[in-house]
């Protein structure tokens, strides 16, 4: 076998990562999929509270902007990045 590949799995491998967040900022592109609301109104709700975003994502899960008092979706989060000062990783 070519010894340059001889350190990549055959398979995925996963594990378990835990780390403190000093100081982070999540940039997001978010797909509009409520005709009552646009980037302001968006703005707005999450800054008020009235809707909510997520950070996680999942083979399994897709995330989202939702108006917190119904669970109605309002935008599809499409590419997110978290760019930050990580600390303490175990």
Not at 26 to 55: F, P
Not at 56 to 72: C, F, K, L, N, R
């Amino acid at each position: 076998m070519n010894e340059m590949l001889d350190h990549i799995f055959s398979e995925p491998v996963e594990m378990q990562l835990a780390f403190d967040i000093v100081a982070a900022s999540c940039h997001q592109i978010i797909q509009i999929v409520n005709k009552d609301y646009d980037e302001e109104s968006i703005i707005a709700g999450l800054r008020d509270g009235t809707l909510a975003t997520s950070t996680w994502v999942g083979e399994d899960y897709t995330p989202t902007v939702d108006v917190i008092a119904t669970g109605e979706t309002v935008g599809i989060i499409v590419s997110q990045e978290i760019d930050g000062e990580y600390e303490d990783f175990r």
